[in-house]
Each structure stands twice: as structure tokens, then as C-alpha cells.
């Protein structure tokens, strides 16, 4: 994993979003999230997919939240592509390892709400669902590239060679994630 490149890079993207001034209410301070708080919940991730490492308020009823995502071996052939969506929470990928066809958009069936208590929801990312999705956007993904999701548009890969690693940051306009978030490995 390029952990350097990518720390200093999200480091100060996340830096510049929660200082940058644009929200009259805002915080008067940054949120800085070091390397080894990443590295801690990568380490961390397990069996899991997705981990948020921290979810901070930026003022104005505004959420941005930090993640960090792994998937492996996913091999769909063909049109049909199992696909998540976020209703109000829109993703900004960057991509550490790995690669994979990326397919956002197209047409849905099998609309599938998550349950509001389900874990994901509550503190990744806020009202979602899946859906089965053909004729989407493909688009070949690998380390140091930056895909932004807006809110609505149903997104899941095609075909994962071994797997992919990615850093996702979350504008919550709503703050329908738990402001204050800190993954439970960066306790004290």
C-alpha cells in the first residue's frame, strides 16, 4: 500500500474541507487524521469490508467522514451488476491498491432498503440500498485514482482481479452519520 502518498493526500483534502472557511458555522479548528490512525483501522478491517476511522462536523449541519474499504475477488461477468446506493451521502474514492471495473449508474431493479438500524447505515453510510443494475458506466479503477460517487447513483464492481483497497471520504449534507464518530481502535 502507497501509504505515504495517499495519508499526505487525503490529509490535506480532509484538511482543507473542514477549514476551508465556505461554512459560516463551521468548527474554528481542522481535524487531522494521522497515518497511523488510518494504518490502526486498516489493520483492523478483518473480515469486514468497510470501516469509518473518523466522521467530523464542518459546520452548517454538514458531515465528512473518513473510510477505509477492501474488497477481493469479485468476478460478475456479463450485464448484471450488484450495485449499493446512498441516498444522501456522496463518496469520494481513492484508490490505495488494487484494481477493479467500477460501474456506477444504469438501470435498477430489485430495489432493496437497508433496515435504518443496520450498522452500515447508522455510522458508514446513512440510507442506502442495493439494487441489480445493467448498462452502467464501466470504468477500469487502480491505485492513485480518485472516483467521485454523488449521492444516488448506484455503484458496485464488475470484476476485482485479487482485490482493491481504497480510502472513501463522505459528504453527509444531512448528517445522517454520527457526528464525533471515531473508529472503537482509536480509543483511549
Known sequence: MKSNKFVKLISTVFFLVTSS??????????THVPEHEIMEVFENLGDTIDQQIRVVDIGDDINVAVGILRRVNTRTEGEEVNAILHHRVTEVYYVLSGSGILVTGGDATGDV?????NISVRELIGPSGSRTTTNGQTQAISAGDIV???????HGFRHIQEQITYLSVRVDPDQTLPTGYAHPSLQD
Open 21 to 30: 472557511g465556505l461554512f459560516a458555522q463551521g468548527p474554528t479548528t481542522a
Open 113 to 117: 432498503e437497508f433496515p435504518a438500524d
Open 148 to 154: 467521485v460517487i454523488p449521492a444516488g447513483v448506484p
